[in-house]
């Protein structure tokens, strides 16, 4: 038997935090659905109430759960499954300061949802019937500043591939590296650019010495959701907080801010990616990125709308910036640069992809590279004396037009 009451606002807000990982599909249609126990609360994480209601959402490769404490008279103990959407409209709809409600109905498949003089009777599916992800034994952990975590992924996090037949470039490859293990390599790509960060562990990462691969592939959708969760903390955190992911043979586990997030991992081999990265580049470029983005965004807009392209023309010391589409419209720009080395040359690049890059990085200057034995752009920051200098190495391929 399912039975409680609980305020409004003390349900709504967990309860929007995890439904966004809920499935929407015919075929499992328990994944619409949120999982809602009451159990009695140990008091690790919630103090003063006597039970808890746990609250979990799944699409079978990510789950997150959160949850809260429950201080009514009338509790008792149970399981039950409800659509989180029809759930969320009803709380939002509810005035603020509400008390809500939960019981059981006369039949097994129905769950009573009260409100002063509100009722509604919602139907329910077995909670028997919840898919939960399983996860294989614990292989090490990484320990990392919420901070430094929340930069890495979020400047590099756009370069990660939304639908590919190359199933590794759907998530975000991370990889502990240095003699200290105290190293994060983070990489995304889609196939025409690649984003390349380095972060700081707070201790050494132990790695089992029978592991082959110490890195492991994020997916996406659970790249979004860290993300997000870490946002949304980031306000009231310490900037000492320390976020720890549990990295596992099949999943990935973490909690920040009360939500606990589990994960599938990609199983796929991430390749080598040193042969992508322009060396030797012998065309140097120094430009200021609000400049040179206000410029390609403005120049863009009489860009072909299929490829995007912008051309980048360095010819006698003049630096010019210009696009044309099918109905033989154009636009340019000429661009004050700080410093150059190199001949002259004439290169095409998806206007998108360099906005993109412009809007993660944070310091004033820009550096762009070419290689004449390479069709791939390199664009690193570079900080004045009192701005902090980050890793961060972007790569774009040209585009033939």
Do not use: W
Request: aromatic share 6%; charged share 25%; net charge negative.
């Amino acid at each position: 038997m399912f039975k409680c009451s609980i305020g409004r606002e003390d349900l709504l807000k967990p309860l929007g935090h995890i439904s966004g990982v809920a499935g929407n599909t015919v075929n499992n249609p328990i994944t619409s659905n949120v999982l809602m126990e009451i159990l009695p609360n140990d008091g690790s994480t919630i103090k003063d109430a006597k039970y808890k209601l746990r609250m979990v959402c799944t699409d079978t490769e990510i789950q997150m759960s959160t949850e809260v404490g429950l201080f009514c008279d009338d509790i008792q103990e149970g399981r039950i499954t409800v659509n989180v959407k029809t759930l969320l409209e009803i709380l939002k709809k509810l005035p603020d300061g509400a008390y809500v409600n939960f019981t059981e109905g006369n039949t097994n498949d129905q769950l009573v949802l009260s409100s002063g003089k509100f009722k509604s009777n919602m139907v329910t599916i077995d909670a028997e019937y919840f898919p939960a992800i399983e996860c294989l034994d614990n292989l090490y952990e990484l320990k990392i500043e919420l901070n430094e975590l929340l930069n890495v992924m979020k400047t590099t996090q756009f370069s990660m591939a939304a639908e590919s037949y190359r199933v590794f470039l759907k998530g975000m490859r991370f990889a502990v590296v240095g003699s200290d293990n105290m190293g994060l390599d983070i990489i995304t790509a889609d196939g025409h650019r690649m984003s390349l960060q380095k972060g700081r562990l707070v201790e050494p990462c132990i790695i089992p010495e029978n592991l082959d691969d110490n890195g492991f592939i994020f997916p996406k959708k659970g790249v979004d959701q860290l993300i997000a969760m870490m946002s949304a903390m980031k306000e009231s955190a310490d900037d000492n907080t320390v976020v720890t992911l549990k990295i596992n043979k099949n999943s990935l586990q973490t909690t920040v801010n009360g939500i606990s997030m589990l994960s599938i991992l990609i199983e796929a081999k991430y390749p080598d990616i040193t042969s992508i990265l322009p060396n030797n580049c012998n065309r140097v470029l120094v430009v200021d990125r609000k400049l040179f983005q206000d410029t390609i965004t403005r120049v863009s807009i009489m860009s072909n709308s299929l490829n995007k392209a912008v051309e980048m023309v360095l010819n006698n010391g003049l630096f010019t910036i210009k696009a044309k589409n099918s109905n033989h419209e154009e636009a340019k720009d000429d661009i004050d640069y700080v410093s150059y080395t190199g001949d002259n040359f004439e290169i095409a690049f998806n206007s998108d992809y360099l906005n993109n890059i412009c809007r993660v990085i944070s310091t004033s200057k820009m550096k762009i590279s070419l290689s004449k034995s390479s069709n791939n752009l390199l664009i690193e920051p570079m900080a004045d004396e009192n701005e902090e200098q980050s890793y961060a190495r972007y790569i774009v391929s040209r585009i033939i037009v």
